[in-house]
């Protein structure tokens, strides 16, 4: 599942670089997409999300050409060359504008699903107040109460998003909501008391 920035252009993440692939500038991919195929044809251009520090900060890159090697996706791009541009570019997110009609399946937009309800075994638990993307995962930022949870928007705990509804369905693990109830203390009757253990008739 994967969520995209409500930005002034509708943008697609498609993939993460994840490692540098021999000595001619590939890097395997991590996929975001469905259709890696349709995405990473030859000459597709892709806005770069790496730190500030980065060489790479407000650049794009273009695809030269995308292959399955040895069952990974692998990216070739242009002016990248040897496995040290290669290396520069790991751990980049890759956004792809993209129109409208051309969403995805499990691929919403942040201003889809802000606002919408959180509802856990057929209660409203939360409601939706941001999206938070990270290398590793979205994030859904939940209100609920006083406090903001944040929740990792995997299928497995969010298994439905139902824009018509209004509504997103989560399955949390034990304490992501709520504080687990801590061990019961040993019962009295179990202490020993250090006095009267030392006393001698």
Known sequence: MAAQPAQSKNQLRVGRLVKPHGLKGALKLELYTD?????????AEFTLQVPEASPWHGKTVVVREYRVMNGN???FFQDVD?????????????????EGDDAE????FDH??????????????GRVVRVDHLPAQDLLIVKAGENEVMVPFV?????TVDLAAGRVIVTPPAGLFEELPE????PQSDEIDPASSSSVD
């Open 183 to 186: 061990d019961p203390e040993t």
């Open 105 to 108: 399946d499990n691929a919403w």
């Open 155 to 159: 299928q497995a705990i969010v298994p």
């Open 35 to 43: 259709a890696p195929e349709r995405r990473f044809v030859t000459g």
């Open 73 to 75: 996706p692998v990216v």
């Open 82 to 98: 040897d496995r040290t541009a290669a290396e520069s570019l790991v751990r980049a997110i890759l956004w792809l504008d993209h």
């Open 112 to 125: 889809q699903l802000v606002g919408l309800d959180v509802v856990r075994d057929d209660a409203v638990i």
